[in-house]
């Protein structure tokens, strides 16, 4: 009995280390802190001091289209993966919108890689082919990668990526890693692990203007990782502006304004806290749009996330938002609703700034 009980430990052993082997190396477990490379082109001008800067932040689903009810949207939803047709249809139309716009600077969130479900695509160079002759410079990073996922609704790659194009020069870039779910080991390894996508422009007088681009937790039930993440991000916000170096930051933060919890039917509550972690940022930094302007009586007009639920005709709430230094000035902003509303399930975030004069 002794000796088939050692057997039996042995391969149960043997059996949870190979498990442990493979999910090591099907997964990717990120820095702290890493440089990108940045493809720029040798033309691509510096910023000027004082000078004005259009800003654009979009998630765009991973090109899928508002055709669907995905399994990660409602419970019952049952669609795994867009057609061929309908990724090509918003790839043209989100490079419609960014041509019509023409910021100088486009953050972008929710592009795949090498993703299973977008049928192995590399959505950001895709779209930098289309827009080559605005943007000269780019960059991005992973928020979400693995060889495998063992979900039935996965079953393969993912790779999620954050993505910068920019009309100037960006000198150099990195990526900085936010606090994950605390979840078992296993588990872990396999989540999504949000990020900072720090883009550094050269300005002409020697300075720099950090951009950053980011893509929050999405919750399903409120806990403590977005309150951590925002804690994050606004330390690294602060180091930015201790420092005297300007700054902006766009991206979907997964979190809602003041005053729009309450508007929002009890059942669409659920991944989000009555009082908003977002508080953390909005309290110290202006923000794109303002408590104001998202709960007021224009409210629908910044209105952000149309979420891929039939019971729904429209955009419900706002969770994409930009935040800016003080020494920079808003000049103008706008969610850009009329023609989007079937490009993503969530709608680009615009706005012009004035940098600060030099001194």
């Not at 953050?107 to 192995?120: N, R, V, W």
């Not at 923000?287 to 910044?302: F, L, V, Y």
């Amino acid at each position: 009995m002794t000796h088939l009980l050692r057997h039996a430990l042995l391969g149960l052993l043997l059996i949870v280390g190979i498990g442990a082997f493979a999910t090591y190396g099907l997964t990717w477990r990120p820095q702290a802190r890493e440089a990108l490379p940045v493809s720029c082109t040798a033309n691509a001008a510096a910023l000027v001091p004082g000078q004005a800067l259009k800003v654009m932040t979009w998630n765009v689903q991973f090109l899928a289209g508002k055709r669907y009810v995905f399994w990660h949207d409602l419970a019952q939803g049952d669609d795994e993966s867009p057609t061929l047709e309908d990724m090509a249809f918003s790839l043209d139309e989100v490079a419609r919108v960014i041509r019509d716009e023409q910021p100088d600077i486009v953050l972008l969130q929710e592009l795949d890689k090498d993703a299973k479900a977008s049928d192995y695509q590399d959505q950001f160079k895709l779209l930098q082919e289309r827009l080559a002759d605005l943007y000269p410079c780019g960059t991005s990073a992973f928020d979400w990668k693995a060889d495998f996922i063992p979900d039935p609704h996965i079953f393969g790659s993912v790779g999620r990526q954050l993505a910068t194009l920019s009309r100037y020069r960006i000198d150099h870039a990195e990526r900085v890693q936010l606090p994950v779910a605390d979840t078992n080991f296993i588990s872990r390894q396999f989540q999504p692990k949000n990020a900072l996508l720090v883009s550094y422009l050269a300005l002409n007088d020697g300075g720099q203007l950090a951009v950053l681009n980011t893509h929050l937790e999405r919750a399903s039930e409120p806990d403590d990782t977005l309150p951590k993440q925002i804690t994050a991000v606004t330390q690294a916000l602060d180091k930015f502006e201790s420092a005297g170096t300007p700054w902006l930051i766009g991206g979907d933060f997964n979190l809602l304004p003041l005053g729009q919890y309450r508007r929002l039917p009890s059942e669409q509550r659920t991944p989000y806290a009555a009082d908003s972690p977002l508080h953390l940022l909005w309290d110290k930094y202006p923000m794109i749009p303002t408590n104001n302007e998202a709960s007021g009586i224009d409210r629908e007009h910044w209105l952000t996330h149309y979420p891929n639920d039939p019971g729904l005709n429209g955009p419900d709430r706002t969770v994409d938002y930009l935040f800016y230094s003080p020494r920079i000035k808003r000049v103008q902003a706008q969610v850009r609703q009329d023609d989007t509303l079937r490009i993503s399930d969530h709608l680009p975030v615009i706005a012009r700034f004035l940098l600060p004069a030099a001194p």
